[in-house]
C-alpha cells in the first residue's frame, strides 16, 4: 500500500510522514529530498536557476516513478498538485490523503522561514492565502481523504490517518493506536 500526503508547504506532510510511516513499518519518501538529492543542491537554488516550470517537470518525473512502487508513505511537495499527471498518478496508484491547514496556520509555522522558494515575497501571508486559493480545489480532488490539522499534535495527526485508513479496510486495526494511546502521548 502507498499513502501520499498532499497539502499546503508546511503543513506537516514530512513530519506526519516520517511517522505514520514508522506506525505502519514502511519505507517514508520524502519527494523534495529526492530531488535534491538528484539536482546535487537545494530546491531553492535550483529554482533560481531554472524556474518552476523545470522544477515541475523534474517533480511531475518523480512522482511519477515513487508511485509505481506501490509501498510506503509518500510526501508530495506543497504544488505537486498543480500538474494533472501528477493528481492522477497520484490518486490512481496511492491512497492520498490531504493534510488540510488554513493559509495562516501555515503562516505561523513558516514566517522565520528562509528556504521555501514561493515565500520569499514582501507578503508572504497573502502568497498563502492566494495559494490556498488556488491549491485547495486540487488537493481534494486528488484525495481520497482530508484531515483537517488545526492544532493538533503530531501523533493526534498519524492516529487521524490511520483511523481513516483503517476505517477505509487498507490498514490492520492492531497499527491503530486506541484514543488512550494518544492522550497518554
Known sequence: MLVSLVGMPGGGKSTVGRQLARQLAVPFVDTDHVIEERIGGSI???FAQHGEVAFR??????????????????????G????EANRHALHDRSTVVYLR????????????????????????????????????PLYRRTAHFVIETGRPSVPAL??????????????DASVVPS??????R
Open 179 to 184: 484514543p488512550v494511546d494518544r492522550v497518554l
Open 158 to 171: 498519524v492516529g487521524m490517518v490511520l483511523m481513516q485508513l483503517e476505517l477505509a479496510g487498507l490498514v
Open 101 to 136: 491547514s488554513s493559509a495562516e496556520e501555515v503562516y505561523r509555522r513558516l514566517r522565520h522561514d528562509t528556504q521555501r522558494p514561493l515565500l520569499q515575497v514582501p507578503d508572504p501571508l497573502r502568497k498563502l492565502r492566494d495559494l490556498h486559493r488556488e491549491r485547495d
Open 80 to 83: 505537486a498538485v498543480l500538474r
Open 57 to 78: 517537470d523534474l517533480e511531475a518525473q518523480v512522482i511519477d516513478e515513487l508511485t509505481h512502487d506501490g509501498t510506503g508513505v509518500l510526501a508530495t511537495g506543497g
Open 44 to 46: 531553492r537554488d535550483y
